[in-house]
């Protein structure tokens, strides 16, 4: 086919070139215009070679299957097969095109709608679930219609080049990919602050915001470019394409080199001001990456990771090793875990044990830790443990009220107390807080004094400040770090940590764009955490700023509302 171009907004930087793997929305589209008497064979003939290659599909998934999801994932493929083997499957897609006149995917789409309609129909809970069964069996059938003739290119897709394109995808999600050879995703819905995309750069996977109409120009199984940093996603790209993203993928190599001479120096502007650079991290191998490049410690480690893996987060045990290993992996520098924060798009619901998805408004952070205070004494036991081993810092997220710090703070201290009388070591631990609702930005005098230091959450601040949610691409344009209100409460919180003699670290996306940098050591950081991929960019920012001449400038230009400027001054 042709080559075909569309444009989105790019989220997570960089061009990539693979094998489109397409998962369907479950609501697709079709277009129901009816087929002429003569196209009917056709179309029969289209439906029966989908669902023979769906078949084979699902064969080849069982063919793959290793280790203990062997059984478990079995059971589903089998399920599937099933389905696609009952003769009624075909003959009721078949009917729509016969009786109907409908083209194979809009009977498809009306013989999946009265199946899920008879699903829902069912008293048992445990039957009616299997109604997603058929969604997922139709959405495979649906991805071998678009494909067509084609056979997915399966040398590009074992060589590991993967393109996802979907409607969405959670950071679990992205996890799993990559196992499959992820080296880009397309989704039609997230924004440039969702947690998704947060992972999608700290994995430096390109990734692309594109609209519904990338369901038709894109099939299952293209050779697909996605360009995030131009905003394109080219499907069949042709040579000239080609060319210009192995010179693109040329000078980013160039750069990187010549970056990589920064792993050792100073991080200091030119009029000697020392900027300490933290590490964000997410697991492990970020652990691995601050250190070799030389970061100041683990500014923030999400230890939602653990959730992943263990659905209760797993036991004291399980946690003390994974706290120690980060802390041993450090060298002495200090390590900040922070304590589970579960939010709207950080994972399941079963992670916090309240059904559906938790809310951004609703019971996470800080909140469902104390309304969970067993689970979360285990989390800070295992973390003052792994303070045997080397500096280690605790931090509560979503702090609202001072109540509710002080109850936090007194589980800490109940669980010290614990240990001690247990003979079990512990080291000095800061205990701080993160600034990332209103409400803390402007209690932050009085939570400097209650607490040891401070983080300050921009992506989550940015969302609370303008009711703007970081993860719908729909108030993308709403949520604006650089808001004269979100510019108000950041300062403001700066002051007060100055004045109360705290450190604070700005430890959201923020601080990882080297675009920001001149902007936020103007206002007054110095502390900055970021995913260990941005450190050394950030890090060339900062040895080319005068501290001194940008603090005058940039608190002028904030109370002028001119902010912006600076950014953009800063150039690309
Ligand atoms: C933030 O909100 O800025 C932050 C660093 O936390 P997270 O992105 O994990 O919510
Ligand atoms: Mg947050």
């Known amino acids: 086919m042709a080559r075909r171009e569309l444009r989105g907004e790019g989220t997570a930087r960089g061009a990539a070139l693979g094998t489109a793997r397409i998962v369907y929305p479950l609501d697709f589209a079709v277009v129901s215009d009816p087929v002429d008497r003569h196209e009917v064979p056709a179309e029969l003939a289209r439906v029966d070679a989908a669902i023979a290659r769906a078949r084979a599909e699902l064969d080849e998934v069982r063919r793959r299957l290793r280790g203990p999801l062997r059984r478990e994932i079995g059971e589903f493929v089998d399920a599937h097969a099933l389905i696609l083997d009952d003769a009624e499957f075909a ?222 987060g797993g036991d004291e045990e399980t946690q003390f090793r994974a706290y120690r290993d980060a802390v041993l992996a450090m060298g002495g520098r200090p390590v900040t875990l922070r304590t589970l924060d579960v939010g709207g798009d950080k994972g399941n619901g079963s992670m916090s044990g309240t059904g559906g998805a938790p809310s951004a408004l609703g019971l996470r952070g800080l909140r469902l830790s104390l309304a969970q205070p067993a689970a979360f004494a285990t989390q800070i036991r295992a973390m003052l443990r792994a303070s045997a081993y080397g500096p280690v810092r605790i931090l509560f997220p979503m702090v609202t009220s001072l109540e509710e710090a002080a109850r936090a703070r007194a589980i800490v201290e109940a669980c010290r107390a614990e240990l001690d009388l247990a003979g079990v070591r512990t080291g000095e631990v800061p205990i701080g807080a993160m600034i990332e609702v209103p409400a803390a930005a402007l209690v932050s005098d009085r939570l400097a004094k209650a607490f040891d230091f401070l983080a300050l959450g921009s992506n989550d601040l940015v969302q609370y400040t303008l009711a703007a949610d970081r993860n719908d691409v729909a108030v993308a344009a709403c949520y604006d770090p650089l808001h004269p209100a979100v510019l108000a409460l950041i300062t403001m919180t700066l002051d007060h940590a100055r004045r109360a003699r705290r450190l604070l670290t700005l430890c959201g996306e923020l601080a990882a764009d080297p675009r920001a940098t001149a902007l936020l050591v103007g206002l007054g950081f110095t502390d900055l955490s970021m995913h260990p991929n941005a450190l050394l960019e950030v890090r060339e920012r900062v040895l080319g700023l005068h501290a001194g001449a940008l603090r005058k400038r940039v608190r002028r230009l904030v109370a002028a509302g001119e902010a912006r400027s600076l950014l953009e001054e800063a150039g690309d």
């Not at 699903?119 to 679930?129: H, K, N, Q, V």
């Not at 060589?159 to 409607?167: N, P, R, T, Y």
């Not at 192995?246 to 792993?263: D, G, P, V």
């Open 91 to 312: 003959e009721g897609i078949h009917a729509g095109i016969v009786e109907r006149r409908l083209n194979a995917e809009a009977a498809l789409k009306a013989h999946r709608d009265q199946l899920v309609e008879a699903f829902e129909a069912i008293d048992d809970p445990y039957l009616r679930s299997r109604g997603e069964d058929i969604e997922q069996v139709v959405a495979r059938v649906f991805a071998a219609l678009k494909r067509g003739h084609l056979e997915p290119r399966r040398a590009r897709a074992a060589s590991g080049a993967i393109v996802l394109v979907a409607e969405s995808v959670a950071p679990d999600e992205i996890e799993a990919w990559q196992h499959e050879g992820l080296v880009a995703l397309v989704v039609t819905r997230s924004s440039v602050w969702s947690h998704a995309t947060i992972l999608a750069r700290a994995l430096r996977l390109p990734m692309l915001v594109a609209g519904p109409e990338v369901f038709d120009a894109v099939r299952d199984g293209d050779p697909v470019l996605v360009d995030a940093d131009a905003g394109l996603v080219i499907a069949d790209p042709d040579s000239l394409d080609l060319s210009r993203l192995r010179e693109r993928q040329r000078a980013q190599a160039r750069s990187a080199r010549a970056r990589a001479k920064l792993r050792t120096a100073d991080t200091r502007t030119r009029d000697g001001l020392a900027i300490r650079l933290w590490a964000n991290a997410e697991h492990e191998d970020d652990i691995v990456l601050a250190r070799r490049l030389g970061a100041t410690g683990i500014g923030l480690y999400r230890t939602e990771f653990l959730y992943a893996a263990h659905a209760d």
